[in-house]
């Protein structure tokens, strides 16, 4: 590592304590790079507003920082072992190549707030994309309920046969679930769109920082206000957006456990696309499921993240070397979670049903329920029609259109109303 920007005359840098306060912070930066480098522009623009910062110097500066950015990307810069961290990256680099404008650049901010404002940016694109992801997934369900709403399928509860369903009504359920889970991860992307920049290590600076100026450069909803809140919403702030991603997650995690019973031959109700599934290394028969069973497993990883930062927040007001451990937690998690939710949209879309064996799994005790409710309209007390309608003695071969059809109660088969899911989407 070079030169530490902390370093004392006299004191000893001991490696292995250094690799210890590192951790994998160099590498864990390379996901907050550019939104540090977008950062230290909107810093630096608020310096030289404030007089901290000349023209030239600014203009210098802002020049460094996109040329950075450019050979990050092209990998003729590598964050690696020889710098502490991102932060103290960027300025080296500045300083390398500016001299003192350089070394001007971190006047008024702190390593704490700039880790801050570069995670909460990451944070913001990370929720926007389990947005799409989740707009995507209800688009594909919409769509598919509409074109097969009147497919036959049963309807289980308890894994027991049930009542005859419909593809329709089990392709709305999961439309209306991934709708709801765009919504919360937009909703909880402007929970947390506040701009700690500028809050330096949580007690702000003497001096009168634009930090306005930064929440527009940023592009932030708001100011997050007190220099003594931006610390404490760190941590809090990335388990809001884990949840968010924890609750597509969980509707991910149900949807393999269903794909994952429908492929098997005991159902043999649904073909998934060839790519989606591997085959054994010693069963030459075998075609597995494996992508939609490691879907289902990626719940662990946020879950895992949740409980890493949960465990971690457990301390007194103020910035603390221990909030460096969210960073890790926040990759894993997203980093899992965004590609296990990427892979969904086109599963869906091309995913086919086989309706034969859907059709054949039909029996007659699924129209009991209709029937109690038939004798019940007919004025028979329910618990009468209900007793009468389980002797198997009344029950046939019935019809599974004509009982969908009659399933008239508002969101079931009879009456689906995709148009207002669809209007909840296209609001999306
Ligand atoms: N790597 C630290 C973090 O993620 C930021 C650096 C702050 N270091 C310090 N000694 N204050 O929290």
Redesign the pocket.
């Known amino acids: 590592m070079a030169d530490l920007l902390w370093q004392k005359p006299g004191v000893e840098v001991d490696a292995r304590i250094q690799a210890f306060l590192a951790g994998d ?1 160099v590498l864990l930066d390379r996901e907050f790079f550019l939104h540090d480098i977008a950062a230290s522009r909107a810093h630096a623009q608020g310096l030289q507003r404030i007089g901290m910062l000349g023209a030239g110097e600014l203009e210098a500066l802002l020049r460094e920082l996109d040329v950075l950015a450019g050979d990050f990307r092209s990998g003729a810069f590598v964050l690696d072992q020889r710098y502490e ?1 991102g ?1 103290s990256a960027i300025e080296a680099r500045l300083t390398e190549r500016l001299g003192d404008a350089g070394k001007r650049i971190h006047a008024g901010r ?3 707030d700039q ?1 801050l404002v570069a995670t909460r940016l990451w944070l913001k694109d990370s929720l926007a994309v389990v947005q799409r992801h989740a707009r995507d997934a209800a688009g594909v369900a919409l769509d598919r309920a509409q074109a097969e709403a009147s497919l036959a399928m049963p309807g289980y509860t308890h894994l027991q046969r049930a009542v005859v369903s419909s593809a329709g009504m089990w392709w709305a359920g999961w439309a209306e679930a991934f709708i709801d889970d765009a919504v919360r991860a937009r909703d909880t992307a402007a929970w947390i769109d506040a701009n700690p920049l500028g809050s330096a290590a949580g007690y702000g600076i003497n001096l009168p920082l634009d930090r306005d100026g930064t929440t527009q450069a940023l592009g932030f909803g708001r100011l997050q206000v007190a220099a003594t809140y931006a610390q404490l919403s760190r941590g809090k702030f990335e388990l809001a957006a884990l949840e968010a991603l924890g609750s597509a997650m969980l509707d991910l995690r149900r949807i393999a456990w269903d794909l994952s019973l429908f492929t098997g031959s005991e159902f043999g109700f649904v073909a998934l696309p060839p790519e989606y599934v591997t085959g054994s290394s010693i069963m030459p028969n075998k075609r597995n499921p494996d992508v939609v069973e490691l879907m289902r497993g990626t719940y662990a990883s946020v879950a895992a993240a949740k409980a890493e930062i949960e465990h971690l927040l457990s301390l007194p007001s103020g ?1 603390h ?1 221990d ?2 451990v969210t ?1 890790g937690a926040l990759f894993h998690g997203f980093g899992k979670g965004l590609q296990a939710l990427a892979l969904l949209p086109d599963l869906l879309r091309r995913m086919q049903w086989r309706p034969d064996a859907m059709r054949a799994a039909l029996e007659p005790s699924m129209y009991a329920t209709d029937l109690a409710v038939d004798l019940a309209k007919q004025g028979m007390p329910f618990r009468d029609a209900y007793r009468e309608a389980a002797d198997p003695a009344r029950w046939a071969e019935g019809d599974p259109a004509a009982s969908l059809a009659a399933r008239v109660s508002p969101g079931a088969a009879g009456d689906l109303r995709l148009d207002v899911l669809r209007a909840r989407l296209d609001a999306l």
């Open positions: 912070d961290d932060h702190s390593r704490n880790v910035y070397r909030l460096q960073k």
